[in-house]
């Protein structure tokens, strides 16, 4: 072997751009592929890196006859694989079955080559294996496991991060092929996608600057392609899946829709059936809801010490098309967390230094894995969380990653939990949830299960729950159901949710009902709520309603609330009123508070008020308090101070300011269920 590599130390320049390594299960994609290749222009700094200097990428070796299962390698295949400088593995089950395919693999390697392996998708799941599913594992063992210095496998998984980097053809569509190519040619080349988009271009500079006659042609025609792709393009959607990561509308919305909806994500192009350049969560008004968007590690992009929400992504993609970055902004258009893809199925992940209840995760790398083939080709089939050390990292809820299972059109039929070694793990409850959807593909039960597949009541009482919408989208029923999926009680003593929207999609009332559908009270003296919303969609007032719908006064001693907002939407003002419609002291001893945020909707002032609107001390709180952030948003420092305007210590607990419109409400069955299953819906 010594004396082999130092042979191969002296080789001359490679006589072939690659080896294709394949099962003869999949020799039509190989020779498909082999042909594609070849038609790829090589760009000319590259072209001494083999003998022929050849202009595009058509010397490849493509072994076509036939081999004995168990046979050795013989020379007749070592001799080319020394020979080439890089090894492309057709990934499948065929070829995880196939000898020949991991003795390539092995002996390509212990050339020290490693590096130079490349994969291109046929079939099957990458790293299947390590989730329990080895009938669908598409690498071969040496590229799952370690080697030894003589190229043979050892009995340690590499870490996910140290695997080849996988194309995948997908549906094999002319689009499929091109972005599977882009990433090929740029591992040939050891360049990033960037740099041989960035050669490409020279390239076309250079053949249209011989057309001088067509100048000024072009100056037209640039003018009109401005026109025509700069005017901004907007579709709107129920929801959306990554489809090889670009975002899909799922349920399209016609614009007189969504003004009845209370939210929609708005698709925003350049022209129609381009990919967006921007997606926005909108109300009917155009505002951003208040719930705003999730994060893509799960869970909810939201704090207690600033308004801050998840409101718009921006794209940005290479030029073959494929999705190079992803930014959440919040309402403000300042980032809060974003992704950047370095390979075609991991990227890095930054969240943005969040001022209190939302610190960061710790994680750095997000992997996802991708359906291959079929009508779910691109979605993802799995993402996973690792930190700054490529180890496992777990989200805000306690998640490791998730597996998901989707329809044709992407929309969701189950999301698993997933642990740190990629097992089923419990979260938020429950290991697993699974939807049924109606024609409209809108969820009408979802049902929560354990690591053993089994339904279980969770620690609200319910072990699942049940939809009605009404023509607009908007869900006018939410019902918990129990293990037998009939309707059930949560604990606090509630069946299910009926409400009802204006024309505008706004929530403007709710009655919450029992097993037997009539309306009942909760635990803390509640039947229902009535809501009033400004020309923007922010609550301005909310009234607890009883059990024959008129108003009522809850257990923390008040009706209802009313708000004031500034221009930015945050809560300026907040008021308690009794039954008179007149400021009232709660239980807690205040009629409501007093607000004041910056810019970045970082809370800066905190009063609690009297009937009169004057500073006063409350049960659980001080006069006012005062909040300083750094320049990176961070809240540093929290200061409370007396009626006499003097520090006190005497604070025992404080008003945020932005916590939920009622507290009673919060605490309520709707308040706590219904925001879980809006996020998992």
Request: charged fraction near 25%; hydrophobic fraction near 35%.
């Amino acid at each position: 072997m010594e004396e082999e590599l130092q042979g191969i130390q002296q080789e001359e320049t490679p006589e072939y751009w690659a080896f294709i390594s394949y099962s003869h299960h999949d020799k039509r994609l190989a020779r498909k592929f082999v042909q594609e290749l070849s038609k790829q222009v090589v760009p000319p700094p590259f072209r001494r890196q083999i003998k022929r200097q050849s202009k595009r990428f058509d010397s490849v070796f493509l072994d076509e006859h036939e081999v004995a299962a168990g046979a050795e390698l013989d020379e007749k295949l070592k001799t080319p694989l020394r020979r080439s400088l890089t090894l492309i593995v057709i990934c499948s089950p065929f070829a995880v079955g196939s000898p020949y395919v991991s003795a390539e693999i092995s002996y390509f390697a212990s050339l020290g080559k490693a590096k130079r392996i490349l994969c291109l998708i046929a079939s099957g799941v990458p790293n299947a294996s390590d989730d329990g599913r080895p009938e669908l594992e598409c690498f071969p063992l040496p590229l799952r496991m370690r080697l030894d210095a003589n190229g043979t496998s050892t009995t340690t998984p590499r870490p996910l991060l140290e695997r080849p980097l996988a194309a995948a053809v997908g549906q094999e569509s002319a689009t499929d092929w091109q972005r599977a190519l882009a990433q090929i040619v740029s591992g040939i080349l050891e360049i990033s996608q960037g740099e041989l988009r960035r050669h490409r271009r020279r390239r076309i500079i250079r053949a249209t600057s011989l057309i001088v006659g067509m100048l000024a042609v072009l100056s037209a025609a640039v003018t009109s392609y401005e026109y025509f792709f700069n005017t901004e393009q907007i579709t709107f959607y129920e929801d959306y899946a990554r489809r090889w990561g670009e975002w899909q509308g799922i349920n399209p919305i016609s614009a007189d829709g969504m003004r009845g909806r209370g939210s929609t994500l708005a698709f925003v192009s350049s022209s129609r059936g381009r990919r967006p350049a921007e997606i926005r969560l909108v109300n009917s008004a155009g505002q951003c809801p208040v719930d705003g968007l999730s994060s893509v590690l799960g869970s909810e992009i939201t704090q207690q010490c600033s308004s801050r929400r998840g409101c718009s992504v921006k794209f940005k993609y290479q030029t073959d098309g494929s999705i190079e970055k992803e930014e959440v902004l919040d309402q403000f258009g300042k980032p809060i967390e974003g992704f950047t893809y370095t390979g075609p199925s991991v990227a890095t992940f930054v969240e943005a230094q969040f001022p209190c209840s939302r610190g960061a995760s710790g994680i750095s790398y997000v992997v996802f894995e991708r359906v291959n083939q079929g009508e779910q080709a691109g979605f993802d089939q799995t993402v996973r969380f690792l930190g700054n050390d490529k180890s496992p990292r777990p989200n805000s809820l306690g998640a490791y990653g998730y597996r998901f299972d989707r329809d044709s059109k992407g929309r969701l039929l189950s999301r698993t939990n997933l642990g740190p070694t990629g097992e089923i793990w419990w979260s938020e409850g429950f290991a697993r949830i699974e939807y049924e959807r109606d024609n409209n593909g809108r969820v009408t039960r979802a049902q929560m299960k354990g690591a053993d597949g089994k339904p279980f009541l969770n620690k609200e009482g319910y072990s699942g729950w049940r939809n009605k919408y009404d023509e607009r989208g908007n869900r006018v029923e939410f019902a918990v159901i129990g293990l037998d999926t009939k309707p059930i009680l949560d604990k606090n003593g509630v069946a299910g949710v009926r409400s009802k929207f204006d024309e505008r999609g706004n929530e403007i009332g709710t009655v919450l009902f029992g097993i037997n559908g009539n309306p009942t009270w909760n635990k803390y003296g509640v039947a229902g709520w009535h809501s009033k919303y400004d020309e923007r969609g922010n609550k301005i007032e909310d009234a607890y309603g009883g059990i024959d719908g008129q108003s009522v006064s809850g257990k923390d001693g008040y009706l209802g609330r009313r708000n004031k907002y500034d221009e930015r939407g945050n809560v300026v003002e907040a008021t308690y009123i009794g039954p008179d419609g007149k400021p009232i002291l709660s239980k807690d001893g205040s009629a409501g508070w007093r607000s004041k945020y910056d810019e970045r909707g970082n809370l800066l002032e905190s009063t609690t008020v009297g009937v009169n609107g004057e500073p006063i001390f409350s049960k659980d709180s001080s006069p006012r308090a005062v909040f300083t952030f750094n320049e990176a948003g961070r809240r540093i420092q929290v200061e409370f101070f007396g009626l006499d305007g003097k520090l006190t210590l005497n604070m025992m607990a404080m008003r945020d300011g932005v916590q939920n419109m009622m507290t009673v409400a919060t605490k309520s069955k709707r308040r706590i269920s219904v925001s879980m299953a809006k996020r998992l819906s």
